[in-house]
């Protein structure tokens, strides 16, 4: 059990490292090929889908924990109902996604400040109807990939998604340097690609882990449970709602006051902080699977996963300041002081995520779903409160003090709720004490970063002076040696 929930959690981890990294590169690249102004109004919209796509993901998860949650006597009858009622809510799902995207290309352009009479509005308008087939895969990605990870595989539906993103790279990478240019809907379409070869990766480690098919003809069995898995799944996809809807409300309302370039910069930052989000959260569903089976072991391992992970996760927010100090200053022409101080701001908000996931993980495993739904219910509001107040008056940066207000109080109360469940989380108290050095002086580098980027200039002495003392840092924290080890395995990398 434990090789399977670390082989899982490994490979989870590093799939998300990778895609967050040639996510970051994609994105790098596209903004040099289309432009500032164009790639804002692009992802603007883009963050529509996501939102969308967010939503179905919710289901999923809750399909997982039914379907590895302990054996009864029709444990086999109740499965094949669900695995029925995946697929017709996946197929309800496409056919609303129709009308959704129907009702964007008409109303989009608008949104962005795009006049009908504008050429750009036309090219939106086939860009839209791209991004609905894209988000239409990755739903039938998202089903795949779920019944993959319930039948104890997770690690084969995170490497099997690596391929998509390199297609997708490869493309846009052959674009820049041979000087083709490349149009939304190119780009959009190179999307697309990744996406369906995800697709047909996925289907066949799915037909290889889990043989039977999916059939999703209506019957009374397989409607009571689609009905059962929204029922199960509600509580939870609200709670994705209150949450998600966020990034493309803040990228709205920066492109309608402040312009398509502060989208820009909000994106840039934001697939920083969410990469390096990603990367420990996918590590961490294994939560999940602890929730529903151990409750008791929750408190002892989030202990063990702070002392492994406190230190890297601010380690690897510097090198993401300096990073983007560096593509301010050499890739494209943007505001590096505002740049810096949004990400600073973000980042510690999203320390404060990525320390509690594990507990937020583990809620929703024992089923703790009203308790969600509450804490993201208050985020969505203060969020909401703080940035309609403080976008006008201070653009970009009133966007990240929105993301910090609300995650101070989701932090605090998912904390209590899991101590009240589990009494005293052990150890904790020793991970931080011993610590408090090493964390002491990570931060310091960060500070360090950060100034460099908002004082400008050429700081190449200073950038790696930075990275010296990280690498200083790193070299002795327990997690190097764990991937080093856990490289050093030489294990298969497929099945």
């Keep these: 059990m434990k090789a399977t929930i670390f082989r899982n959690a490994s490979w989870s981890g590093a799939a998300a490292a990778f895609r967050a990294i040639s996510g970051l590169i994609t994105a790098l690249l596209a903004i040099r090929l289309l432009g500032v102004g164009d790639y804002g109004h692009i992802v603007t919209i883009l963050s529509l889908f996501v939102l969308y796509l967010s939503l179905n993901s919710s289901v999923f998860t809750v399909l997982v924990t039914k379907l590895m949650a302990p054996r009864t006597t029709d444990a086999g009858e109740d499965s094949s109902v669900m695995l029925a009622a995946a697929t017709i809510f996946s197929a309800i799902s496409v056919a609303l996604l129709v009308i959704v995207t129907l009702l964007l290309s008409e109303y989009a352009p608008r949104l962005i400040s795009i006049e009908p009479s504008n050429v750009l509005d036309a090219e939106i308008r086939r860009v839209i109807f791209l991004m609905g087939a894209l988000t239409a895969i990755q739903i039938v990605v998202a089903l795949h990939s779920a019944l993959i990870e319930s039948a104890g595989r997770l690690d084969l539906a995170m490497k099997w998604q690596l391929i998509g993103p390199t297609v997708v790279l490869i493309v846009l990478s052959f674009s820049f340097f041979a000087q083709l240019p490349i149009t939304a809907v190119g780009y959009v379409g190179a999307l697309c690609v990744g996406a369906l070869t995800d697709l047909f990766l996925l289907w066949f480690v799915r037909r290889k882990v889990m043989p039977s098919s999916l059939l999703f003809w209506p019957s009374r069995n397989r409607l009571i449970g689609v009905a059962h ?109 505002q740049l810096m101080v949004f990400f600073a701001i973000a980042t510690v908000s999203n320390l404060g995520i990525i320390y509690i996931t594990p507990l937020y993980i583990s809620l929703i495993g024992r089923g703790d779903l009203r308790f969600i739904f509450r804490c993201q219910t208050i985020l969505a509001i203060t969020n909401i409160v703080v940035s309609f107040t403080l976008i006008p008056v201070i653009g970009l940066i009133g966007a990240a003090f929105g993301l910090l207000s609300a ?36 931060i ?5 970063a950060i100034l460099l980027g908002i004082k400008g200039g050429d700081s190449f002495i200073g950038s790696f002076a930075v990275l010296l003392g990280l690498a200083a840092i790193m070299v002795r924290e327990p997690m190097a040696n764990l991937v080093l080890e856990r490289i050093g395995i030489g294990k298969r990398l497929f099945f």
């Design 229 to 337: 898995l929204l029922t199960l799944g509600g509580v939870l996809q609200a709670s994705s709602l209150m949450s998600m809807f966020l990034e493309p409300l803040n990228k709205l309302l920066l492109n309608y006051i402040v312009g398509p370039a502060a989208v820009t910069i909000y994106d840039l930052a934001m697939k920083v902080i969410w990469g390096i989000q990603y990367l420990f959260s996918s590590a961490m569903r294994v939560f999940l699977h602890l929730g529903s089976r151990d409750k008791e072991a929750v408190g002892q391992t989030f202990s063990r996963v702070i002392a492994l992970i406190g230190v890297p996760v601010v380690i690897l927010h510097t090198i993401g300041a300096l990073f983007l100090f560096w593509a301010a200053q050499h890739w494209m022409a943007i505001d590096a002081a």
């Design 407 to 442: 995650t101070i109080y989701n932090v605090v109360a998912i904390y209590v709720r899991c101590k009240d469940n589990s009494g005293t989380i052990d150890g904790l108290s020793d991970t931080l004490r011993g610590q408090g050095v090493r964390y002491s002086l990570t």
């Design 444 to 448: 310091a580098l960060f500070a360090a």
